[in-house]
Nanobody
């Protein structure tokens, strides 16, 4: 079975940092585009960052310059380094794996940034 398990969320003060991890199993990780999405209360889920199998990345304008997505194919894990956090970054963060025909999602991890 396919599993994506996020970790690393928590409570942090504005200006602080967190590193999210998403450990995967059941997929050929190295060929999947991996992404981080987030969903705040009352809002739609939005793309935060994405990294392709070739290592190319892109980011939402709201996090560009503050967040960095990376992947370790040997560990089947994708990361999201979040720096200079703002209260508006507060959301549940989800990991996803995008293939040619299928998409898989993790359960999410809560990130709360206090003022």
């Amino acid at each position: 079975q396919v599993q994506l398990v996020e970790s690393g969320g928590g409570l942090v003060q504005a200006g602080g940092s967190l590193r999210l991890s998403c450990a995967t199993s059941g997929i050929i990780f190295s060929i999947y585009t991996m992404g981080w999405y987030r969903q705040a209360p009352g809002k739609q889920r939005e793309l935060v960052a994405r990294i392709t199998s070739g290592g190319s990345s892109n980011y939402a304008d709201s996090v560009k310059g503050r967040f960095t997505i990376s992947r370790d194919n040997a560990k089947n894990t994708v990361y999201l380094q979040m720096n200079s956090l703002k209260p508006e970054d507060t959301a549940v963060y989800y990991c996803d794996a995008d293939g040619a025909y299928e998409v898989y999602w993790g359960q999410g991890t809560q990130v709360t940034v206090s003022s």
